[in-house]
């Protein structure tokens, strides 16, 4: 196999586990009762509840990787929780409800680190040249460790969930794609570059 080949197929399954403590079913598998949801659209709390009990270790588990603070975490995941349910009477049904659950919390994940990030701009200006930060970077912790959790962190965004959502949760980039808004294609080229980079910090080239 050639390293070209080798390095854009998905990390193995066991990687995966340290990361998240167990590979969820893709959400497609296993959704909520119908009965569940037609409740919950007519704003039957305690049927919402239940939504939010089926899928909350999957979406925890996005939103962390993608925040990488438990604090933030949880009041994002508030957030969107209250943005689903009053959201729910217009789901459709298009797309799975898992599937539709992580596009809700995947962008509140982006528009919290997008508003942070603009904070930090703005703290930062005029204060003389930026200082180095003597700290290892989290590539440096990857390769010092062999860590996939430390190697997710360097990637940006957008790859993190690309890969997180196909090679940890098992969605296909069709339903990858509809949770992060792109095109099927745009997933694939995503996930390409997430899994060479992956690779090379954690010294798997070519194998």
């Not at 919950?40 to 990488?68: E, K, T």
């Amino acid at each position: 196999m050639s390293v070209a080949l080798a390095v854009a197929l998905p990390l193995p399954a066991w990687r995966w586990g340290r990361v998240l403590r167990a590979v969820p079913a893709s959400p497609a598998a296993g959704d909520v009762d119908h009965l569940v949801v037609a409740r919950a659209r007519r704003g039957d709390h305690r049927a919402f509840a239940q939504i939010v009990d089926h899928y909350d270790y999957r979406l925890r588990g996005l939103a962390f990787r993608l925040l990488g603070d438990r604090d933030r975490m949880d009041d994002v995941l508030q957030e969107a929780y209250v943005k689903a349910f009053r959201a729910l009477p217009r789901f459709k049904g298009e797309s799975a409800l898992g599937t539709w659950l992580y596009r809700i919390v995947y962008n509140a994940c982006i528009d919290d680190l997008r508003s942070r990030k603009a904070v930090v701009s703005l703290d930062d200006g005029g204060d003389g040249p930026e200082r180095a930060d003597p700290r290892p970077g989290p590539a440096d912790i990857a390769v010092e460790r062999g860590d996939l959790a430390a190697a997710l962190d360097t990637l940006p965004p957008d790859q993190r969930a690309a890969v997180l959502l196909v090679d940890a949760y098992g969605l296909d980039y069709d339903e990858a794609a509809d949770v992060l808004g792109v095109a099927t294609g745009t997933i694939g080229s995503r996930l390409s570059r997430a899994r060479a980079a992956l690779r090379t910090l954690l010294g798997e080239d070519g194998r």
